[in-house]
C-alpha cells in the first residue's frame, strides 16, 4: 500500500482563484492594489462556473517614461485554471488602466475559447481565418 494513497484521498479544500503580483521598478499603494482585487474579483465573477479554480499571475513593470506623473506601464496576465492556461498583456499609462486593458485582453481569450468549445463550426472557421486549418 502507498503511504500517499489516504493523503490523495482527502478531500480537498474549496477550489477558489488566486492572484501573485510579481513588481520590478513600481511601487503599488494598497489603495492601487485594492483596485486591482477588486476588478479580479469582479472578472471571476462571470467565469467561476466555467474556470472552476486557479491563479492569475501578475507581473508589471515599467519603461521608466512618465506622463501626466503616470508612469509607463507593462501588464503581463497568466490565468492557469484547471482546463487550460491563458495569457495576454498590455502596456499604457497607469497601473490601473493598464491593468484593466490587460483583463480585458484576458476576457476576449476567454470568450474565445468557450466559443470554440462549444460550437466545432467556429472553431474550424476561426482555425481557417489563422492559415492553420
Known amino acids: ?3 500517499l494513497e489516504p493523503i490523495s484521498q482527502m478531500e ?5 482563484f488566486s492572484i501573485q503580483f510579481g513588481v520590478k521598478d513600481v511601487s503599488i499603494s494598497p489603495y492601487q492594489k485594492g483596485i486591482l ?3 479580479f474579483r469582479s472578472f471571476i ?3 467561476k462556473e466555467a474556470l472552476i479554480a486557479g491563479t492569475l499571475f501578475v507581473y508589471i513593470k515599467t519603461h521608466g517614461k512618465s506622463h501626466k ?3 509607463l506601464v507593462h501588464c503581463r496576465l497568466q490565468l492557469r485554471t484547471v482546463k487550460s492556461t491563458f495569457f495576454s498583456s498590455s502596456e499604457g499609462y497607469g497601473i490601473e488602466s493598464t491593468f484593466r486593458l ?6 476576449r481569450r476567454l470568450l474565445r475559447s468557450k466559443e470554440m468549445e462549444n460550437n466545432p463550426k467556429y472553431a474550424k472557421d476561426y482555425l481557417n481565418t489563422m492559415g492553420l486549418f
Request: hydrophobic share 25%; glycine share 0%; no cysteine.
Open 45 to 47: 465573477k462571470k467565469y
Open 69 to 71: 506623473n503616470e508612469p
Open 37 to 39: 482585487l477588486e476588478e
Open 1 to 3: 500500500m502507498d503511504f
Open 12 to 16: 480537498d479544500k474549496e477550489k477558489d
Open 102 to 107: 490587460a483583463l480585458d485582453r484576458l476576457d
